[in-house]
């Protein structure tokens, strides 16, 4: 598939390249990244002929989007997609310790958790300030969920479906200043629970519509049915099926190295790379709009392009869920 292929949301004016470049990395994302690793990350992705660009306040702590939008201000603003999130208010705090979070010297910044109106019109003022752009595209609520929130998840699923989030979300999208909204989270259940409240356009689903994970299905085609486009993120699961060690951004358990190690020689049998089927295998379903690609440089950017674009037979998607690599009822095209 290349990577300038073009998907649409149904219900709003969104369209998406078949890749986009996620950039947790631009701030610092387990390691220093200089300005200039993620300049050439960028310019190679632009270069490829990539236009959409999804960040996030909580990358680096605010440094992600002050990068990015330095980056994309260079171009003209109808020529790339842009997403970036809320539900976390950035708040200046000199304790900020040289690694917070997996992220490597974080700017001052702390993020406090907070889903309700004020604090979602809040975010996206200090979002477009920091990117320089004043309507960015799509507006995903961040990290909210049962796993990801414990005990106070309720507190904060209240706050945005009571205390006005979501109405914050549905006030800025009639205004125009964004044109999609939806959740980008970790968890698929709350996508699940967040279509049964509001009319989301689409969700970020990182790392869970994979080569290893395939549990989120029910959601994808719930999705497709109501026009809900799903982002991809994490098509590598924190970088497993790409040659690491990482699982859900923490050291992957032996049991997901054997199953890695498992998936890698059925890809190899059919004569594809791993890291191709990653990238590829979720665009099979119809809900998915998009795979977003992280990358820290020029070179893993490519990498990942040239993996996108590796031509990969008709029939190695059926000999993948022959072989149960992927779930007997999920779509792999004709």
């Known amino acids: 598939m290349q990577v300038t292929d073009r998907r649409s949301l149904r219900n709003r004016d969104v369209s998406f390249t078949v890749m986009g470049l996620g950039c947790a990395q631009m701030g610092n994302l387990y390691r220093w990244t200089s300005y200039q690793e993620s300049l050439g990350a960028f310019n190679a992705a632009w270069a490829a002929g990539i236009r959409y660009f999804d960040t996030a306040p909580f990358y680096g702590y605010t440094r992600s989007e002050r990068r990015l939008g330095t980056m994309l201000t260079e171009h003209e603003r109808d020529d790339y997609v842009l997403s970036t999130k809320v539900g976390r208010v950035m708040v ?9 979070e997996a992220y490597v010297r974080p700017l001052p910044f702390r993020p406090v958790y907070d889903y309700s109106y004020d604090a979602i019109l809040k975010s996206f003022e200090a979002s477009q300030q920091r990117i320089g752009v004043l309507q960015p595209d799509i507006l995903y609520v961040h990290d909210i969920g049962r796993m990801t929130h414990g005990d106070k998840h309720q507190h ?10 979501f109405k914050a979300l549905g006030e800025l999208r009639a205004a125009g200043q964004i044109k999609a909204v939806g959740l980008g989270v970790n968890e698929w259940q709350a996508v699940w629970d967040a279509m049964d409240e509001f009319d989301i356009d689409a969700a970020m689903l990182a790392g869970r519509y994979t080569l290893l994970e395939q549990d989120s299905l029910k959601l994808l085609d719930r999705a497709h049915q109501a026009g809900v486009g799903i982002v991809v993120a994490g098509a590598f699961n924190s970088g497993l099926l790409a040659g690491n060690k990482k699982f859900n951004y923490a050291e992957a358990p032996a049991e997901l190295l054997a199953r890695v190690a498992e998936v890698e020689a059925a890809c190899a049998t059919e004569g594809v790379s791993m890291q191709a089927a990653a990238l590829n295998f979720p665009l099979l379903h119809p809900a998915v709009v998009t795979v977003v690609s992280g990358a820290r440089n020029a070179d893993q950017i490519t990498a990942n392009i040239t993996w996108m674009q590796e031509e990969i037979p008709a029939g ?19």
């Open 156 to 165: 904060y699923w209240t706050q945005l479906t009571k205390g006005g989030g």
């Open 92 to 100: 200046p705090d000199a304790t900020v310790g040289p690694e917070e």
């Open 316 to 334: 190695v998607w059926k000999a993948l869920k022959d072989k149960g690599v992927i779930a007997a009822d999920a779509p792999i095209g004709a």
